[in-house]
């Protein structure tokens, strides 16, 4: 390390996103938007009392913000002005071009917005910031985990009989204690016959046997987190070996304790296995941090200097299922700023 900051460097490199949470990317300035649209909900809409309810607590306070704003989402145009104004920030704060956002319609659906009304507003959404904000947006649709095979077959029938062109995976999120990957096998089969690459979470709070069944029965391409791989060198030789990717969230596995302290997260380890590591936030307003400040945190971890954080950069690229010509523009974008920033 060079002992300068690299914090300047990271807020202007262009970045891709792989692993980031629609409604968790909801921040105090949109949450009080939409709670001043729904004041019966019991949420602040003053922004001041908004950032302190965000102040990160424990996994429980996270479980009950997220909660209050899956709550705030009512109506087709709450979920606009959510992924609107999400990708704004994405743009605006973390100079994101491309983000594949992950999206759970069920808990959308089940509080009583359709499904047609659902795709329509996040594609809505997604058009307008690409003109606006010149951000690529695409879906992955997550079953959560914990409400089980009839969330799984209703996010799959929303995968496959409401698809839209940005729809590019199909994930698996929520608790891994108590929720086997093995019932979600055939469902993943389905959408992957359809095309939809498989991008489950995996070996977050369980185990290198989730991370297993998830490759074996699930076919991921891509891991959510799989911090537990570092226990297993079988696994990590693995997944080098196969080019499974595993999406990193450094300050997310720190809150909900996943990893214990910072200088005991294994991202060095992947990184020394020949794993491709992407770099990604989960749900930054509600874990208090933010893409560019995950990036710090990695180049610490992996003593990084400007030119190994453009390599991460490029990694996500790589690792997204962009169309060729949105990563050649955004890879080429990235080599640009890093010469330009040794010039400097
Ligand atoms: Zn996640």
């Excluded at 329509?120 to 003109?131: F, G, L, N, Q, T």
């Excluded at 490759?215 to 693995?238: F, T």
Aim: glycine letters at 8%; a negative charge; proline letters at 6%.
């Amino acid at each position: 390390m060079s002992g300068v900051s690299l914090q300047p460097f990271i807020a202007g490199l262009p970045k891709a996103e792989l692993h980031v949470h629609h409604v968790g990317s909801a921040s105090p300035r949109i949450v009080s938007e939409l709670a001043a649209r729904h004041p019966d909900a019991g949420v602040p809409s003053d922004l001041g009392d908004l950032k302190q309810f965000f102040t990160f607590r424990d996994f429980a306070h996270f479980i009950d913000v997220y909660l209050a704003v899956v709550d705030l989402v009512r109506t087709p145009e709450d979920l606009r002005l959510l992924t609107y104004e999400v990708a704004r920030e994405m743009a605006e704060g973390q100079n994101l071009r491309y983000a594949e956002l992950t999206c759970t319609p069920y808990t959308s659906v089940v509080r009583g917005i359709a499904i047609e009304a659902y795709t329509e507003a996040i594609e809505d959404a997604r058009i307008a910031a690409e003109r606006d904000f010149g951000l690529v947006l695409r879906w992955i649709y997550d079953i959560p985990g914990e409400s089980g095979v009839p969330a799984a077959d209703a996010t799959l029938e929303y995968a496959l009989r409401h698809r839209t062109d940005a729809l590019v995976g199909f994930g698996l999120g929520g608790p891994e204690i108590g929720v086997p990957r093995a019932q979600f096998a055939e469902h993943f089969d389905r959408a992957r016959a359809a095309g939809l690459h498989s991008v489950p979470h995996a070996g977050e709070t369980t185990g290198p046997e989730t991370i297993w069944e998830s490759v074996h029965l699930l076919g991921a391409e891509r891991i959510g987190h799989g911090v537990s791989a570092a226990q297993d060198p079988e696994l990590l030789a693995h997944l080098a070996e196969t080019g499974i990717v595993l999406e990193v969230c450094p300050t997310s596995n720190i809150a909900t304790r996943a990893v214990d302290r910072i200088e005991d997260h294994p991202l060095r380890t992947f990184v020394d296995a020949g794993v491709t590591v992407t770099i990604n936030s989960d749900d930054p307003p509600m874990f208090a941090t933010s893409l560019n400040h995950d990036y710090e945190v990695a180049a610490g971890l992996l003593d990084l200097d400007e030119s190994g954080v453009a390599e991460l950069a490029r990694s996500a690229v790589d690792a997204s299922f962009a169309p060729d010509d949105v990563k050649a523009r955004i890879g080429a974008e990235i080599d640009a700023y890093a010469v330009s920033a040794r010039r400097v």
